[in-house]
């Protein structure tokens, strides 16, 4: 069974400043992938970043990237150059790979808001 | 990227009513499509995987008798909560799944959610 955890339920940031968002899985799959969603107040999830369990590189997508430490089963998520509009909560995800027309669902983590000050 | 909307956005109806959520991808063809159910404040739990064409599959838990899918074109799910009571009120998210193969990468997107308030 897979198991995606995020223990902190909230962080603060200042503006302009880095932050890292931890994210720890669990999976007996040899074959995954890990995501990233933000969900502004509006409720609408909006992707930001994926990593490819076989990707030799850490995924980066603008100011997003992705510390992916496989052996520790960590994919925690760097936002850099914090800016107000980065204030959501923030959702890990893990999928399965199917194959074919099957494709593998999602099982998200608990979630971090995040609140950037200025 | 792709398009998905659901709606209607917010409804509000009396206990012992039948409310029905459309999702649609609008630029792409899904095969699969997800609906998610979100509490406040919770992260999002899957309800069910709606294939075009055949059964939902439906997560422990989830009764499917109450919360009916159709997934009747490659554009278009349907959830439909039925007899809805109060503690049905909740944050609907449907998901559309554009395949291009194993170990694709952004190829799920989400709709903008349902916001639903069972009196």
């Known amino acids: 069974a897979q198991k995606i955890t995020q223990t902190q339920p909230g962080m603060f940031v200042q503006e302009k400043e880095a932050v890292t968002l931890d994210c720890t899985y669990d999976?007996?799959?040899?074959?995954?992938?890990l995501f990233w969603y933000k969900q502004p107040s509006s409720g609408e999830m909006i992707f930001l970043i994926y990593?490819?369990?076989?990707?030799?590189q850490n995924a980066t997508e603008g100011r997003y990237s992705l510390n992916f430490q496989k052996a520790r089963k960590s994919a925690n998520l760097v936002i850099s150059a914090s800016q107000l509009g980065d204030s959501a909560m923030y959702f890990c995800?893990?999928?399965?790979?199917?194959?074919?027309?099957?494709?593998?669902?999602?099982?998200f983590g608990q979630g971090t808001i995040l609140t950037v000050h200025p | 990227g792709a398009v998905v909307s659901q709606h209607p956005s917010r409804v509000i109806c009396k206990s012992g009513t039948s409310v029905k959520i459309e999702c649609r991808s609008l630029d792409f063809q899904a095969t699969t499509m997800f609906w998610y159910r979100q509490f406040p404040k919770q992260s999002l739990m899957l309800m069910a995987t709606?294939?075009?064409?055949?059964?939902?599959?439906?997560e422990q838990g989830v009764e499917k008798d109450k919360f009916l899918i159709n997934h009747a074109s490659l554009t278009l799910s349907t959830l439909t909560v039925t007899s809805a009571h109060p503690e049905d009120s909740s944050f609907y998210i449907c998901?559309?799944?554009?395949?291009?193969?194993?170990?694709?990468?952004?190829?799920?997107?989400f709709g903008p959610g349902t916001r639903l308030t069972v009196l």
């Open positions: 709606s294939n075009e064409g055949s059964k939902a599959t439906y």
């Open positions: 998901s559309a799944a554009l395949i291009l193969g194993p170990e694709s990468t952004d190829t799920q997107y």
């Open positions: 999976t007996s799959d040899p074959s995954y992938g």
């Open positions: 990593q490819g369990s076989y990707d030799q």
């Open positions: 995800a893990m999928r399965e790979e199917g194959g074919g027309t099957s494709y593998g669902k999602l099982t």
